[in-house]
């Protein structure tokens, strides 16, 4: 059974940095490669909101507020996926959410909380 376990979040102030991460658990290795991995958030009040993706080439696309700010990676040995947040803004407070789509999966975590303070 395949799991996506996110971890990494918390409370920073204003211009701080997190790390998030996503582990695939139980995905075999060449599922995991030819998945395209995406990051997705929900503010207070908001819908759920595409963050940041990565294809199985590697090719990167983030959300227009975030670019500059949020790098997104994707570490096929370990089953990984991981948000770099720097510059981090009270408007980037909301629940993280790990997404992962392949042939033949379309799987969410169960997100993790980011809380900017200002």
């Known amino acids: 059974q395949v799991r996506l376990v996110e971890s990494g979040g918390g409370l920073v102030q204003a211009g701080g940095s997190l790390r998030l991460s996503c582990k695939a658990s139980g995905m075999i290795l060449s599922e995991f490669s030819i998945a395209d991995m995406e990051w997705y958030r929900q503010g207070p009040g908001k819908q759920r909101e595409l963050v940041a993706g990565?294809?199985?080439?590697?090719?990167?696309d983030y959300k227009d507020s975030v670019k500059g700010r949020f790098t997104i990676s994707k570490d096929n040995g370990k089953r990984t996926v991981d948000l770099q947040m720097n510059s981090l803004k009270p408007e980037d407070t909301a629940v993280y959410y790990c997404?992962?789509?392949?042939?033949?999966?379309?799987?969410w975590g169960q997100g993790t909380q980011v809380t900017i303070s200002s």
């Open positions: 990565i294809t199985s080439g590697r090719v990167t």
């Open positions: 997404h992962v789509k392949t042939w033949a999966r379309d799987q």
